[in-house]
């Protein structure tokens, strides 16, 4: 059976206590609910984004849309201010006056038409702009709301980390007056078990796994020799004895 002075076997409660902080820190690092805010912010962001595309998209070939049909009006407008100007000169004949007239009138048809086929795709440009200026501006709020979360989160890690520095400058302080050997038994017995190798023994309960020892074992820890190392028949932990346990 191992041995190691009372004292010191006491002292692995303190740094029990220590490593059970830390790895509270560790949890708390990994689960920061301004991480998960933020992951979630910045998710619906990324799906906004790709809205936001497509909207951009969208305006974009509305706006080709617009070029081309206003285009095409002004095509139709160049040839009748043409003819009406030839009409207008006196210098055509009968026939080709009355030739220019029906294509005149054929033309102002013709220019309704593309005026209404302009005024629709002048709306669906209308439409898209807005519907892009509003993913423009939910985008830009998502940024702010982003930023917000990121300094809140980065706080927030900060102070774990400045916690940590000092409860491992602590636990160092506290191994240095342990004995070599009983760290490094308690550092293997800890690693198998959830990060808790030594257990205080309290009114006849192990705190390690919380059952209550039975009459032999209790005998055999009354009968142990104070500098002996015993450990919990139920769980395998350092089982360490003080004036708290009950034997």
Do not use: W
């Amino acid at each position: 059976m191992p041995k190691a002075p009372a004292i010191d076997q006491q002292r692995l409660l303190d740094l029990q206590a220590l490593d059970t902080r830390l790895a509270q820190l560790a949890h708390r690092r990994r689960t920061l609910p301004e991480q998960v805010e933020l992951d979630g912010l910045e998710k619906e962001r990324r799906r906004s984004a790709d809205v936001l595309v497509a909207a951009r998209t969208l305006v974009g070939d509305a706006e080709r849309q617009v070029a081309k049909a206003e285009a095409d009006v002004a095509q139709v407008r160049e040839r009748a201010d043409r003819n009406t100007a030839r009409l207008r000169s006196g210098g055509v004949s009968a026939k080709d006056a009355q030739a220019l007239e029906h294509e005149l009138e054929s033309l102002g048809r013709r220019q309704g038409v593309l005026e209404e086929e302009e005024l629709l795709v002048m709306e669906r440009l209308e439409q898209a702009q807005f519907a892009a200026a509003e993913l423009t501006t939910n985008d830009a709020e998502l940024a702010e709301q982003i930023a917000e979360v990121t300094a809140r989160r980065d706080e927030a890690l900060a102070g774990i980390a400045r916690e940590e520095t000092a409860t491992l400058a602590r636990r160092q302080a506290i191994v240095m007056g342990i004995d070599d050997a009983l760290v490094a038994l308690y550092e293997k017995v800890r690693a198998p078990r959830g990060g808790v190798g030594a257990a205080m023994l309290r009114a006849r309960r192990c705190e390690g796994c919380r059952l209550e020892l039975n009459a032999s074992d209790l005998g055999v820890i009354r009968a142990t020799a104070s500098d002996e190392v015993v450990f919990c028949e139920e769980c395998g932990r350092i089982l360490v004895h003080t004036d708290e346990s009950g034997v």
